[in-house]
């Protein structure tokens, strides 16, 4: 038997339709489920298998369900299999089939839900990639954690994953930071201008006003003395602005590795906008889109609900994004004759296809959510004879507040909470679970004060409090090795609550392998929120039944059955916590 139980069974299903119906279609076996039942009451699995191939092999539904189920029911794993509804057939397992995954997670340790659903296909998984326009914020943290625990959940379902971060080093705005950074320089300097006189005096004004720029100033000094600016007087930008700004962007890009750094983030590649412009990708890229006809000159019509006074038409360079989905061509020139952002990004996509990539799975913030067909369509037109797959998961804002009040953040004005302040505040662990509490896509209330709590409503304590649990009773135990545990009889493991939590272990393939593919990991911290609540359930009802504690000495199987059960519970446990990037604790304090 695999270490997933639920694989194990769907591959005997189809073995029992193959021989049931033979010359069936392997697509249509391709789409058979195997799966927990809605109503648990009904057994622990059920499978649409009948309802799928009764059409093609021109039989009733209920009939290929009752064959079905009475081969089913002959395998030793399998208790009752019973057909349900128009064509389902829902399974309980033998209970020595139940009790037999705990040796099974025992022996994977924490590799138990390894899957291969990747099957070692390349995936570069695109997040954070602020603008290097500043410190991490709370609003870059989402993103950052859902990032990288999406990583870890691919990598440990087979897929082949690069982290990477793209660096928005070529905009207006990383110029507006190199203004800003040049004002802290003259103020290094000594320059008697005034912040108000210098903002009036540079286009666009002074957009960045934080404190953290201080000691890049301070560092242009040191490095250059007064060569950018004689006698702090502001020169011709023509003469220092590259200069600063290269400056500027590897301090903040370090600021930004050591804050990625503090929430256990690190990336494997570091790709900038810049050198890929300076490198020609997007040129190369829309030749390329160009000579296949999909890049033309042309008007777009205006954009819906704009007056005709707000609108210029001119012609422009257009990618017929339209042939791949998208509701509008786009832009691909600026009318300075410059590239748009989109034909960067394209570049960038062109540079990701070129190495290899089969899967590329970005993270945005959702204020982006409009920017995704473009991409979608992009990538299609880039891919050409090798299809690569394209996904984007969209995080919402996150709302931080502190005793009930709202903590308000603004980039510009340096005011905001950093991503070191959170940490600081609450732990690098709680930042990283709480993130994964909620559906990247749902907005979030992250409560300084709540998640710092030791209740059962802080999902954080509760998961990190059921391991400490699990590891005291291991220590006072002796600490016994998984593999001695692996061989103890689990007849003892007899209870409802204690099949119930072994269930919920079995399922942790299965959960790892839907999460992956649903690109959603906070599946994962769902997951474990219900393990710690099994086993906290089992761990009350042994203070009150005491044949159903831990450790009794005037049993000794019926101790080494449940030590299993505890080890096996705190390897999984361990097992999502890596996924998630927390750190589980031996206990708590």
Same mark, same amino acid.
């Given at each position: ?11 005997? %299903? ?19 489920? &195997? ?52 064509? !389902? ?22 590799? @138990? ?60 705005? /990383? ?5 800003? $950074? ?15 006189? @210098? ?13 953290? +720029?201080?000691?890049?100033?301070? $560092? ?20 220092? *602005? ?6 500027? /962007?590897?301090?903040?890009? #370090? ?21 890929? &412009? ?28 704009? +007056? ?15 042939? !791949? ?35 590329? %799975? ?31 998961? *969209? ?5 931080? /507040?502190?005793?009930?009040q709202p903590v308000r953040m603004s980039k510009r004005a340096g005011t905001y909470v950093t ?27 992250? #409560? ?24 005291? %009773? ?15 009889? +689990?007849?003892?493991? #007899? ?6 939590? =072994? ?20 599946? =994962?911290?769902? !997951? ?37 059960? /505890? ?23």
């Amino acid at each position: 038997m695999t270490d997933d139980i639920f694989r194990t069974i769907r591959e005997a %299903v189809v073995a029992e339709l193959r021989a049931l119906i033979p010359g069936l279609d392997e697509a249509v076996l391709a789409r058979v489920l &195997v799966e927990p039942p809605r109503d648990p009451t009904h057994g622990d699995m059920a499978t649409n298998a009948a309802l799928l191939v009764a059409k093609p092999a021109r039989m009733a539904p209920q009939k290929v369900a009752q064959d079905l189920a009475a081969r089913l029911v002959a395998r030793e794993d399998i208790a009752e299999a019973a057909p349900a509804g128009p064509g !389902f057939v829902n399974l309980r397992l033998t209970e020595s089939a139940i009790r037999a995954q705990v040796p099974a997670v025992l022996r994977a340790g924490e590799a @138990f839900g390894n899957g291969a659903t990747g099957g070692r296909r390349r995936a570069n998984v695109e997040y954070v990639s602020a603008n290097p326009t500043g410190p991490m914020h709370v609003g870059h943290c989402r993103g950052a954690v859902v990032g990288d625990a999406l990583a870890n959940l691919l990598e440990k379902a087979g897929w082949d994953v690069t982290k990477e971060y793209y660096i928005n080093d070529a905009g207006a705005q /990383v110029q507006a930071l190199a203004w800003a $950074a040049y004002w802290r320089y003259l103020q290094a300097l000594g320059t008697p201008m005034t912040e108000e006189e @210098f903002s009036a005096a540079i286009p666009g004004g002074l957009q960045y006003r934080g404190e953290y +720029l201080v000691p890049v100033g301070h $560092a242009l000094q040191q490095a250059h003395g007064d060569a950018l600016a004689p006698g702090g007087v502001p020169a011709d930008s023509s003469l220092w *602005l590259d200069t600063v700004r290269g400056f500027t /962007v590897a301090a903040m890009m #370090d600021e930004i590795r050591e804050d990625l750094a503090a929430l256990g983030v690190t990336h494997d590649v570091f790709i900038s906008e810049a050198s890929l &412009v300076r490198s020609g990708e997007a040129d190369k890229a829309i030749a390329a889109l160009t000579a296949r006809g999909l890049v033309y000159e042309g008007v777009l019509e205006p954009p819906k609900g704009k +007056l005709p006074d707000d609108w210029e038409a001119r012609e422009q360079t257009l990618f017929r994004s339209t042939e !791949f989905g998208d509701d509008v061509d786009r832009p691909l020139r600026k009318s300075d004759g410059s590239n748009t952002y989109f034909a960067n990004d394209i570049g960038n996509h062109a540079d990701k296809i070129a190495r290899g990539f089969d899967e590329l %799975v970005q993270v945005w913030g959702a204020d982006h959510g409009g920017y995704v067909p473009r991409m979608k369509a992009a990538v299609a037109a880039l891919s050409g004879d090798r299809p690569v797959s394209f996904d984007v998961v *969209l995080t919402q804002i996150v709302k931080v /507040v502190k005793g009930g009040q709202p903590v308000r953040m603004s980039k510009r004005a340096g005011t905001y909470v950093t991503l070191r302040d959170l940490i600081e505040e609450v732990g690098r662990d709680a930042v990283r679970f709480t993130m994964l509490t909620r559906k990247a896509d749902a907005q979030m209330e992250f #409560d300084l004060d709540a998640v710092v709590q030791q209740s059962r409503d802080n999902p954080v304590f509760y998961v990190q409090y059921a391991h400490a649990r699990c590891r005291s %009773v291991l220590r006072q135990a002796g600490d016994p090795t998984a593999a001695d545990l692996a061989g103890a009889p +689990l007849e003892a493991l #007899d209870d409802p609550t204690e099949l119930a939590l =072994i269930r919920r272990l079995s399922a942790w393939p299965r959960t790892v392998e839907g999460a992956a593919l649903a690109r959603e990991p906070h599946r =994962i911290a769902f !997951f474990l929120h219900d393990l710690a609540a099994d086993f906290h359930l089992l761990w009350n009802k042994g203070r009150e039944d005491t044949t159903l504690r831990f450790i009794r000495e005037d049993e000794p199987e019926a101790t080494r059955a449940r030590l299993a059960l /505890v080890a096996a519970t705190a390897t999984v446990i361990r097992s999502g916590l890596a996924v998630m990037g927390v750190t589980p604790v031996e206990e708590m304090r």
